[in-house]
């Protein structure tokens, strides 16, 4: 059965940092570019990750980085200095040429 569980997300300040976790089962990890996606009033791309290891982060300001470890088939977006604007709910994707699969998101407030 193909799962992908977000984790780690939650309340937070502004200023503060988040690390959010997607754990892949069920479909062979390495195969897969993992993207990050947010979902305000629309869903938005945050970053990607190929299955090498080359990524994009498409918010400015170098405040997110994604990763992933390949051993423990999960990947990773660190965030920091969050923003009130960085609220929603992160979905992680996982796409290869034939599939594309996606988590059930975790919610991510910053607020004061």
């Known amino acids: 059965q193909v799962q992908l569980v977000e984790s780690g997300g939650g309340l937070v300040q502004p200023g503060g940092s988040l690390r959010l976790s997607c754990k892949a089962s069920?479909?062979?990890?390495?195969?897969?570019?993992i993207m990050w996606y947010r979902q305000a009033k629309d869903r938005e791309l945050v970053a990607t990750i190929g299955?090498?290891?080359?990524s994009i982060v498409y918010v400015p300001g170098g405040r997110f980085t994604i990763s992933r470890d390949n051993t423990k088939n999960t990947a990773f977006l660190q965030m920091n200095n969050l923003k009130p604007e960085d609220t929603g709910v992160f979905f992680c994707?996982?796409?290869?040429?034939?599939?594309?699969?996606w988590g059930q998101g975790t919610q991510v407030t910053v607020s004061s």
């Open positions: 994707s996982a796409r290869n040429l034939d599939y594309i699969y």
């Open positions: 069920g479909f062979t990890f390495n195969d897969y570019d």
């Open positions: 299955s090498t290891g080359s």
